[in-house]
């Protein structure tokens, strides 16, 4: 093991794990060492060592691989229900930590998160890679050159496409209320964070709506309980076989390009099964302490991904528009049949486009002419967001100035979390929700 070397841990090997263990691997062998790996299934832990021929010790038991390595770095790649005691164990036994979003699923988690970081004396690094996509830095950096004042209202809608990214929230952990702390918590963070931050303010107060119009029981004539083993597969336009699937993973791994997909990985539960209790629909309201508002939707069955954000501030308005009509690569493959002549036998399809190349801000100030800014849209690593993550988190390698303040803390994830769940208590009472009780206690960089 080198010197001087930064000794990594990680704990929930599944899909998101593979991003950052290629980020010790292959972006940052001088600066960090993989040397350990937890998973309740060990075999995904063997798949890492062998496809990226690295010799990290494994573990099923979370506490022993501590104790054993005394990490310098843990990253939290498990499920959501899983961050509040990952992150706690790690940073009580003295180490820092890095943390997938969001940072947990409920408020009670986050004030016990934010208070043992302050205990313990150790960092969270809070991986908001989103902060990081071009398009996303630039409207924090015209707001802080005042291009339009100080914001007072967003509007930002988020959309899922129905028959990809968006069903597969439905297929897999994230259908559950109790895994995920549903779409407001486990998407909608990285939404949350972003506005909090071109905010530039804590939420107080969280107003929302929701519903499941297109996803779960009822909305369907077939219903099952997974795809390989449902009755319905020859008629249902979402059967999905997840052993094409499989095999497409196993060439994958075999090749040793990167694992792809995760052995074993449930991901062919009925988007319309009797459990799924997370929403589809969602309207949220959110009011600042400095008296900004925010109108948030997310909706899950749009026909393409994307989103719509109109910024208005004392000085102007900035608007950005964003619609890729090309999933991520494998999508396409992954809910579609074809014949030998590419025609789509099964399955919708999406307009076969190339990503956008770039994406554009239009801002229009009270007192100048409009005009348009063209942003480089990265189609890798969520818009080249992760390696400028993995980048800090892993290498210590920060921007010489950060005028952006773009690094999250905890607190930025326990305020985003905060939004999602006090949302989800908003719509179970009909009753807006004060996070004041909360977030006062929370030194926030965002207020
Ligand atoms: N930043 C992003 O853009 C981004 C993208 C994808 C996922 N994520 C986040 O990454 C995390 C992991 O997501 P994923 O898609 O890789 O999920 P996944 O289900 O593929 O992986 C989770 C892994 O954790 C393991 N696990 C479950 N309980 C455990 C426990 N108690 N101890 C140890 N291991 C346990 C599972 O066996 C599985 O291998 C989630 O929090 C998710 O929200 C973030």
Redesign the pocket.
């Known amino acids: 093991m080198g010197v001087g070397r930064k000794k990594c841990a990680v704990?929930?090997?599944?899909?998101?794990?593979h991003s950052w263990i290629s980020g010790i691997v292959q972006q940052h062998p001088e600066s960090t060492v993989l040397a350990g790996l937890?998973?309740?299934?060990l075999d995904?832990c063997h798949d890492v060592n062998e496809v990226y021929k690295t010799n990290a010790a494994v573990y099923d038991n979370?506490e022993l691989m501590l104790s054993d390595l005394k990490p310098d770095l843990v990253i939290i790649?498990?499920?959501?229900r899983?961050?509040r005691e990952?992150i706690v164990k790690a940073l009580d036994a003295g180490c820092n930590v890095a943390t997938?979003?969001?940072l947990c699923t409920t408020i009670e988690d986050a004030a016990a998160i934010v208070e043992a970081e302050q205990r313990s004396r150790k960092k969270i690094f809070m991986?908001f890679?989103y902060r990081h996509i071009p398009l996303c830095s630039k409207i924090k950096e015209l707001i802080l050159g005042d291009a339009i004042g100080r914001p007072v209202s967003m509007d930002l809608s988020w959309y899922l496409d129905y028959h990809g990214h968006g069903a597969s929230y439905f297929r897999?952990?994230h259908r559950l209320m109790r895994e995920s702390g549903g779409l407001l918590v486990?998407k909608a963070s990285?939404h949350f964070d972003l506005a909090n931050w071109w905010m530039g303010d804590a939420p107080s107060t969280v107003f929302a709506r929701g519903g499941r119009n297109f996803f779960g029981a009822g909305n369907n004539p077939c219903q099952g309980e997974r795809c390989s083993t449902c009755t319905h597969s020859e008629k249902c336009e979402w059967f999905t076989d997840v052993c094409i699937n499989d095999r497409t993973e196993e060439l994958s791994r075999q090749l040793g390009y990167r694992v792809k997909g995760?052995r074993g990985?449930i991901r062919d539960y009925c988007p319309f099964g009797n459990d799924v209790d997370i929403y589809d629909t969602m309207a949220v309201q959110v009011s600042y302490r400095n008296g900004g508002i925010l109108n948030y939707s997310l909706n899950a069955s749009v026909p393409f991904e994307g989103w719509n954000l109109a910024i208005n501030g004392t000085k102007g308005r900035l608007e950005s528009k964003i619609t890729d009509n090309k999933p991520s690569p494998g999508w396409q493959e992954r809910f579609q049949i074809t014949d030998p002549d590419g025609k789509i036998l099964k399955g919708k399809g999406f307009g076969i486009t190339d990503w956008p190349s770039e994406y554009s801000i239009h801002v229009m100030p009270h007192k100048e002419d409009d005009y348009e800014l063209k942003l480089p849209n990265i189609a890798d690593g969520?818009g080249g967001g992760d390696f400028k993550i993995f980048d800090a988190a892993l290498a210590d390698i920060y921007p010489p100035k950060d005028t952006l303040d773009i690094f999250a803390s905890a607190v930025s994830g326990a305020l985003s979390t905060a939004i999602g769940a006090g949302a989800n208590t908003s719509i179970l009472s009909g009753e807006p929700f004060s996070l004041n009780k909360w977030t006062s206690k929370w030194q926030c960089k965002e207020a």
């Open positions: 704990v929930g090997i599944g899909n998101r794990a937890c998973d309740l299934r995904r979370y790649a498990s499920p959501d899983c961050h990952h997938e979003k969001p991986a890679n897999r952990w486990t990285h995760v990985y969520h």
